[in-house]
C-alpha cells in the first residue's frame, strides 16, 4: 500500500503549470490557487480540475457552476501566493486586474492564458472534487514566460530575453 506522504513526495517532482482558478456568480466570486488542471479533450474543448472538498470556496464553485482557469506567468508568484493563502476572497482579488469573458468569472487581466468554462460534470474522487469543464471561451496574453511549481517550490520557464 502506498502511503499519503511517499505519494505527495513523488508527485512534488511533477512539474505542474500554476493557475488561479475563479468563479463568480449568486454565490459570490472565489478563488483558489490549482495546478491539478488538464486537458481531456479539444472536441468539444475541455478540461479538468481538481478541488479540495475541504476548501472554503468549494460550495461557491458548485453553486455557481462556472470557472475561469487562469494560468500565471512568470510574474505572478504573489497572484499565486494571495489566492493559496487566507486572505478573504476580496482582499485575494485585489491583487491584479480582474475582467470576465463570457461565464462572468474572473479573469486575470495580463494572465498567460486564461480558459473561461462551464462546469458540464462534477465527480468526487477521495479529498476532492473533479469539475469537467467546457470551455466557452480563451483569452491569450503576450507573454512568453510561465510560472510552475516543481519540488515544493515555484520556477520560471519560458523564453528568455537576452541583452
Same mark, same amino acid.
Given at each position: 500500500?502506498?502511503?499519503?506522504?511517499? %505519494?505527495?513526495?513523488?508527485? #512534488?517532482?511533477?512539474?505542474?503549470?500554476?493557475?488561479? *482558478?475563479? &468563479?463568480?456568480?449568486?454565490? +459570490?466570486?472565489?478563488?483558489?490557487?490549482?495546478?491539478?488542471?488538464?486537458?481531456?479533450?479539444?472536441?468539444?474543448?475541455?478540461?479538468?480540475?481538481?478541488?479540495?472538498?475541504?476548501?472554503?470556496?468549494?460550495?461557491?464553485?458548485?453553486?455557481?457552476?462556472?470557472?475561469?482557469?487562469?494560468?500565471?506567468?512568470?510574474?505572478?508568484?504573489?497572484?499565486?501566493?494571495? %489566492?493559496?493563502?487566507?486572505? #478573504?476572497?476580496?482582499?485575494?482579488?485585489?491583487?491584479? *486586474?480582474? &475582467?470576465?469573458?463570457?461565464? +462572468?468569472?474572473?479573469?486575470?487581466?495580463?494572465?498567460?492564458?486564461?480558459?473561461?468554462?462551464?462546469?458540464?460534470?462534477?465527480?468526487?474522487?477521495?479529498?476532492?472534487?473533479?469539475?469537467?469543464?467546457?470551455?466557452?471561451?480563451?483569452?491569450?496574453?503576450?507573454?512568453?514566460?510561465?510560472?510552475?511549481?516543481?519540488?515544493?517550490?515555484?520556477?520560471?520557464?519560458?523564453?528568455?530575453?537576452?541583452?
Amino acid at each position: 500500500m502506498i502511503e499519503a506522504t511517499d %505519494f505527495r513526495n513523488a508527485m #512534488s517532482l511533477l512539474t505542474s503549470a500554476v493557475n488561479v *482558478i475563479t &468563479t463568480a456568480g449568486l454565490s +459570490g466570486r472565489y478563488g483558489f490557487t490549482a495546478s491539478a488542471v488538464c486537458s481531456v479533450t479539444d472536441t468539444p474543448p475541455t478540461l479538468l480540475v481538481c478541488m479540495n472538498k475541504a476548501s472554503s470556496s468549494h460550495t461557491h464553485f458548485v453553486e455557481n457552476k462556472n470557472l475561469t482557469v487562469n494560468v500565471l506567468s512568470a510574474q505572478h508568484e504573489h497572484i499565486s501566493k494571495a %489566492f493559496s493563502s487566507r486572505l #478573504s476572497p476580496e482582499e485575494r482579488f485585489k491583487h491584479g *486586474i480582474w &475582467t470576465e469573458l463570457e461565464t +462572468g468569472a474572473p479573469v486575470l487581466e495580463d494572465a498567460l492564458v486564461n480558459f473561461d468554462c462551464e462546469i458540464e460534470q462534477i465527480q468526487e474522487v477521495g479529498t476532492h472534487t473533479i469539475f469537467i469543464c467546457r470551455i466557452v471561451a480563451i483569452k491569450k496574453s503576450h507573454h512568453d514566460q510561465s510560472l510552475v511549481y516543481f519540488n515544493r517550490a515555484y520556477h520560471q520557464v519560458g523564453l528568455t530575453e537576452i541583452a
